[in-house]
């Protein structure tokens, strides 16, 4: 049968549906325009079918629904059956799934049993009009060449892309058509239970929510120089990041690295600090929205992607920017 339509699992948790199921839906509206084809939302779970609503709002123009008690808590085995079942049925041309913890252990079990292709962290999908296919981008080797992989024969084409790395978009009102299924697996049948949920303790790192984020690399020295990088982003009210070195280094925790092997962000204003710009890092910070680099090195490829460069040493840098914004936000302060 001819595979036709651009699918997006939906992910959610207690009871709110994940940014990240928004982003691939303003991306997959893009490819579904496109290929003329149908954009649909995967929504499988224990009473959920309110969810339509915000979906087609977000670009759905058909809802696949599963409902069912089993689906309650994600579980690996019932969710992978759904989505196969759906998938054999309706023949889609392609599933995005977010590359999320949960997306990623779904995305791997789904594609061996529809035995198709998948491409796990896409930083860029896109389609090519003349042959239909989908390519999907993402880092190879280390982040040392970027991959475009294509999937010529199996369908449906999949991938899995971060959350953060296409934008929102806007919600507008629309309708759209919800299309249901039963799961017809009973609770037995699943090989896993959840005995409970334990919340992760310890302080809270924000990168991905944060507005502003100053950064800083190797080119700051040392943990006490750091220090410089946390000032201004107390002083701007933005989160600390870093680069790969200044968390092996010990200077902050890992839960700050930006990257291929930390977090992708998507800031308002990202201050890069002493950071050569290794395509590695580049990877989880080049869509913010400007980008401001410090670095010594006026050949640094940092200064590629920077909206704004300073050429000078971070450790002089640092502390005149932080004085200087401390001073024009005081000011603002007092006006107010
Ligand atoms: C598989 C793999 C995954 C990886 N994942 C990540 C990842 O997730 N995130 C990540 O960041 N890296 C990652 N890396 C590492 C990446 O390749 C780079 O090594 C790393 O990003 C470099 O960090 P840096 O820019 O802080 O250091 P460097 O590349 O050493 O750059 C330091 C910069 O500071 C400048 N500098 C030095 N002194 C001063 C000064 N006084 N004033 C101003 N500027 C100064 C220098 O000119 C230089 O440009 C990964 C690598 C591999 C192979």
């Known amino acids: 049968m001819h595979a036709q339509g651009v699918w997006v699992f939906v992910e959610h948790l207690g009871g709110e549906i994940a940014p990240v199921t928004f982003e691939l839906l303003g991306k997959g509206r893009e490819l579904a325009d496109d290929l003329e084809t149908e954009l649909a939302a995967v929504l499988l779970g224990d009473g959920v079918r309110d969810f339509a609503e915000q979906l087609f709002r977000y670009g759905a123009d058909k809802v696949y629904l599963i409902d069912d008690p089993v689906l309650k808590d994600y579980r690996t085995y019932p969710y992978a059956k759904g989505i196969v079942k759906l998938a054999q049925k309706y023949t889609p041309e392609i599933i995005l799934i977010g590359a999320t913890t949960l997306g990623r252990d779904l995305a791997g079990v789904v594609a061996t049993w529809l035995k198709t292709g998948l491409t796990a962290d896409c930083t860029e999908l ?66 896993t239970r959840i005995i409970k949920y334990e919340e992760e303790k310890g302080p809270g790192v924000y990168l991905d929510k944060a507005e502003i984020i100053v950064a800083g690399g190797r080119g700051l020295g040392s943990k006490k120089n750091f220090r410089l990088v946390e000032e201004l982003a107390e002083v701007l009210g933005g989160v600390v990041g870093a680069s790969r070195p200044a968390v092996e280094a010990g200077w902050v925790p890992y839960a700050h690295q930006i990257g291929q092997t930390g977090q992708t962000v998507r800031p308002k204003l990202y201050i890069a600090c002493g950071i050569s710009g290794a395509v590695q890092h580049l990877v989880g910070m080049q869509m913010s929205e400007v980008i401001v680099a410090i670095n010594n090195d006026p050949n640094a490829p940092i200064f590629n992607i920077a909206t704004y460069g300073i050429v000078g040493d971070v450790l002089e840098v640092l502390p005149a920017i932080t004085e200087e914004a401390r001073r024009v936000l005081a000011g603002q302060r007092g006006v107010r």
């Open 126 to 191: 896109s389609i090519d009009k003349a042959t239909r296919l989908l390519h999907q981008t993402r880092p190879a080797f280390g982040g040392n060449i970027m991959a475009t992989i294509l999937c010529k024969t199996a369908r449906p084409q999949m991938a899995t892309v971060r959350p953060r790395v296409f934008p929102l978009p806007e919600p507008k009102p629309r309708i759209g058509v919800v299309v249901e299924e039963e799961l017809g697996i009973l609770e037995e049948e699943v090989p």
